[in-house]
C-alpha cells in the first residue's frame, strides 16, 4: 500500500468514526429530551480538559499489518494535535517532561545507564558553566528540540550531534537538507524517512536520527513547537519485530511500521502524562493567590513551563531561604510535587 492508500484509508476509517460518534450524540439527546435528565446528569466538562486517546489507538501488541498500525496512529495524533493546539500554560512543563523521557531512552541507547531522575539531577544541580556530562548533554540536546519553534541550521544540528555522544562526525549541512525530503509523506512516515535518511549520512548517528524524526512528525503536523512522542518509544517491545524480537532501527527493515507504532503509542503515552500534569497545574493555578512570598509568580511561571525547579532556586527578589518556604508552602497546598525524593537538594514540578 502507497503512501496515500494509507492517508486515505485513515480519512476515510476516521470519517466513519465521527459519523457514528454523530448518530450516538443525536441518539442521546433524544434520550434526554425523553425524560432521562432526571436520571443520568452530565460530568462537568473543565475547559483545559486534556483530550484523551480513544482506546482502539493504543497499541496493545506489535500491529500485524502497515493499516493496522496506521490506523492507530491516525486517531492518536489527531488527539495529541488537539492538545498541542491548545492554549494550555502547563504546556511548556509538558513539552520539557517528554524531553527528559526521550533523552532517558537515548541515554539507554548510547549504553548509559542514567535514569530520569539522574538527568534531572546532572541538569538542575549543576553551577552555572559547569558541563553536565555525557547524560545531561543528552538532555541538553532534547530540551532544544522541545524548545525551540523554528527549523534548525547546519550549526544547530552540529551541536546536537555533539552533545548526542557523536563528535564532529555528523555533516550538518547535509542533515540539514534532508529535512524537507520528506515533506509529501504523511507525518510520521516521514519522520521514518528521515531517520533513515540521517543514518545512511553516518550509519552510528542513531540518536540524532531520533531528534530529526520527532522534530520532522512536529513539522509535518504543524505544531508550533516539538513533542517528542516517538524516541519515547525506542525501547517499547511494540518495536520489536521479527521471530527473534529485535528492536526496529533506523534505515532497517520495517521501520516506517515501528514509527507508524511509536507514533500511536507516544501519543498515548505523552496524552496521559499530560492530563496528570493538568491536574497539578490547575492546582497551582488554585494556591497562587495564596502565596505572599515575593518572587512566588516567577516560580509559578517556572513551574509551569519546564520540568522541574530545584528547591534552592535564588533570584532577584527570592532567597535561598525564601525560596525553601516558598516550595514548603506549595507542596502543603498540593500545589507542586517533590520529584527527587530526598530530604536535601529537593526538586519541584507538576
Known amino acids: 500500500m502507497n503512501d496515500n492508500a494509507r492517508l486515505s484509508f485513515i480519512i476515510i476509517s476516521l470519517q466513519d468514526v465521527r459519523i457514528i460518534t454523530k448518530l450516538l450524540v443525536k441518539s442521546a439527546q433524544h434520550g434526554y429530551a425523553g425524560g432521562m435528565n432526571e436520571r443520568f446528569d452530565s460530568p462537568a466538562v473543565h475547559p483545559s480538559a486534556v483530550p ?60 548509559r545507564r542514567e535514569a530520569e531522575s539522574d538527568l534531572r539531577d546532572a541538569w538542575l544541580l549543576r553551577q552555572p558553566g559547569d558541563d553536565p556530562g555525557p547524560a545531561g548533554n543528552v538532555l541538553a540536546a532534547w530540551r532544544r528540540l522541545a524548545g525551540r519553534s523554528s527549523v534548525p541550521d547546519a550549526e544547530t544540528i552540529a551541536a546536537v550531534a555533539r552533545l548526542s555522544g557523536l563528535g564532529t562526525a555528523v555533516d550538518g549541512d547535509a542533515v540539514v537538507a534532508l529535512v524537507e525530503d520528506g515533506a509529501a509523506a504523511p507525518p510520521p512516515l516521514a519522520a521514518a524517512r528521515i531517520a533513515d535518511a540521517v543514518v545512511r549520512v553516518e550509519p552510528r548517528a542513531e540518536p540524532l536520527a531520533w531528534w530529526m524524526a520527532d522534530l520532522a512528525l ?51 503515552e505523552a496524552c496521559t502524562l499530560a492530563a496528570g500534569m493538568a491536574l497539578q497545574a490547575r492546582r497551582l493555578e488554585a494556591a497562587a493567590p495564596k502565596l505572599r512570598a515575593k518572587g512566588a509568580g516567577e516560580v509559578v511561571r517556572l513551574l509551569l513551563e519546564d520540568d522541574a525547579v530545584p528547591g534552592t532556586l535564588t533570584t532577584g527578589s527570592l532567597s535561598r531561604w525564601a525560596s525553601r518556604r516558598l516550595f514548603d508552602r506549595l507542596v502543603q497546598l498540593g ?12 526538586i519541584f514540578g507538576l
Open 52 to 111: 484523551a486517546v480513544p482506546i482502539w489507538a493504543m497499541p496493545r501488541a506489535p500491529a500485524d499489518s502497515d493499516v493496522e498500525a496506521a490506523w492507530m496512529a491516525g486517531g492518536a495524533l489527531n488527539s495529541l494535535d488537539n492538545l498541542m493546539r491548545s492554549d494550555a500554560p502547563w504546556l511548556g512543563a509538558w513539552r520539557h517532561r517528554l524531553a527528559l523521557k526521550a533523552a532517558a531512552a537515548v541515554v539507554q541507547l548510547i549504553g
Open 218 to 268: 512536529a513539522r509535518r503536523m504543524r505544531w508550533p513547537f516539538p513533542a517528542p512522542v516517538l524516541a519515547t518509544q525506542i525501547h517499547s517491545p511494540l518495536l520489536r519485530f521479527g521471530y527473534e524480537r529485535l528492536r526496529a532501527r533506523p534505515g532497517g527493515k520495517g521501520f516506517e511500521r515501528a514509527c507508524l507504532i511509536a507514533a500511536a503509542a507516544g501519543a498515548a
Open 335 to 346: 500545589a507542586v510535587r517533590e520529584l527527587s525524593g530526598r530530604d536535601s537538594f529537593r
